[in-house]
C-alpha cells in the first residue's frame, strides 16, 4: 500500500477546474491522479511512470473514476515530447513508492536481502549490481558523496573495492554489511550507516537528479498563464534543485536591481505560490513524510 503525501495540499494548489489539462509526473499507486481526475470531469491527465507494475494497479484504480486520461509508461523527462500544447497543472510527487522499497525483490532496501537492483524502469540496463561491481573506486566515492553526502564514502568505496576483489557483490545485505564495517563504530549508532549509501545508488542508477532538473525546465515552459507546479520532494538534494529553478525563474537577475524600471522582457514570469513541510498530523501517520517538502510555482 502506498500513502499519498500531502495529498490535500499538493491538489488543492494547483487552482484545478472542470476542464484543466493537467499531468502527472509520477503516477505510482494513482493517489494524487485519482483525487485529480475526480476534480476534471470535462479536462485531461496524462500521467507518466517508469514502472511497469506501478502503471498497471494504477489504470485499474483511474478506469473506475473515468476515462479522461493517458498513461505514458515512460521517464518524465520526456514530458515535453509526450504532450503537445500548454496545460493547466502539473505534478511532481518524487523518489519511490511504497511498495517499489517493500518489494524485496526491487532492492531498494536496506533491510531485506535481494540482488542489487534498484531500477524504477526495469528494462533499463544499468543496476545497483553494475555500479558497486564495476565502477572505479574514484567514481564511486564521487557519486557516495555529490548523492549520498557521506562522510566516510572514500573508506566505504575502498572496503567495496576491496571485497569485489575476492567475489562479486551479490546483495542489498552484502552490501550493508560492508558499508558497516567500514565506518567507525561510533557511527554506527547514530543511523543505519547503509542509508545515505543507498541513497546515492539509487540516484546514480535512476540518474535521478539530472532528469528532475530537465524535466523541471520543461515542465515550467509548458504552463498556460495561470498555471501551476506542485513539487514534492523528499531528500535535501532534490528539494535543492527545485529551489534553485524557482528562484531563478521568479527573480529579477541581480545585475537589473538597480534599474530604476525593469524592463518587460526581464521581469519574473512565474512567482513562488507556497514552500511547505507536512503537518505534525500527518507525520504521525505516515512516517514516509517526515523529510517531504511541496513548493508551488505559477506561471505569471
Ligand atoms: C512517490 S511515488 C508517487 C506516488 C503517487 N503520487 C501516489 O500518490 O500514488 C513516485 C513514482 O514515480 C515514479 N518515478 C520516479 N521517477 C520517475 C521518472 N523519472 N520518470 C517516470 N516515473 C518516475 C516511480 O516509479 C514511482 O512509482
Redo the contacts with the bound molecule.
Sequence with gaps: M????M?KESIDYLNLSKNSIVI???????????AILKKIPNGFLYA????SE?IKK?DKKLKQISDNYKIIN????NIKDEVNGKVDAI?F????????LDEDYRGFSYHKDAKLDMR??QNQELTAYKVINEYSKEKLVDIFKKYGEEKYSSSIAQGIVEKRKEKKIETTLELAEIIKENVPEKYRKKSHPARKIFQAIRIEV???LN??EK?LKDALKMLKKGGRISV?T?HSLEDKICKRIFNEVSTIPKELNNLPIVPDEYKPKYKIIANISPSKEEIEINNRSRSARLRVIERI
Design positions: 502506498h500513502t499519498s503525501v495529498l502527472d509526473c509520477t503516477l505510482g499507486y494513482a493517489g494524487h491522479s485519482g507518466f511512470d517508469q514502472d506501478a494504477a515512460k521517464n518524465f523527462v505534478i510527487d518524487l523518489g519511490v513508492s511504497s511498495p517499489q524504477m524502469n535512476n540518474d535521478e532528469v528532475f524535466a514534492i523528499f
